[in-house]
């Protein structure tokens, strides 16, 4: 394998994990904003327009955003804690790979 062929590979997979994420915290969880549209091209004015509209404590959008990332953040630490969904799941994924690992060494 080449450095070329690592490159590539690494910087595909970091591009599609990004594409991924941006798709999550725009689409699905709503508590982000699209900076790029494909008409126009990204500058400092856009982004600092879009920061100052999230800082905005008054703007509509800003506190629907913040709202959701509340309720995220609280659903988020619910799965995190002592016998939450990711502690339960995460712990059923090792139990059944060191079984699987086991199973294939005899």
Request: net charge positive.
């Given at each position: 394998?080449?450095?070329?062929?690592i490159?590539?590979?690494?910087?595909?997979?970091?591009?599609?994990e990004?594409?991924?994420?941006?798709?999550?915290v725009?689409?699905d969880w709503?508590?982000?904003?699209?900076?790029?549209?494909?008409?126009?091209?990204i500058?400092?004015?856009?982004?600092?327009?879009?920061?100052k509209?999230?800082?905005?404590?008054?703007?509509?959008?800003?506190?629907?955003?913040?709202?959701?990332?509340?309720?995220?953040?609280?659903?988020?630490?619910?799965?995190?804690?002592?016998?939450?969904?990711?502690?339960?799941?995460?712990?059923?994924?090792?139990?059944?790979?060191?079984?699987?690992?086991?199973?294939?060494?005899?």
């Amino acid at each position: 394998m080449t450095l070329l062929t690592i490159f590539v590979s690494v910087l595909f997979v970091w591009i599609c994990e990004l594409c991924l994420n941006s798709k999550m915290v725009v689409e699905d969880w709503k508590i982000g904003w699209k900076v790029k549209r494909p008409e126009a091209k990204i500058d400092q004015a856009k982004i600092a327009g879009l920061v100052k509209k999230f800082m905005d404590l008054e703007d509509g959008e800003g506190k629907e955003t913040r709202s959701r990332v509340r309720e995220l953040q609280h659903t988020w630490k619910g799965a995190i804690e002592e016998g939450g969904s990711f502690k339960s799941n995460f712990s059923a994924f090792i139990r059944d790979f060191l079984q699987c690992h086991a199973h294939q060494a005899n």
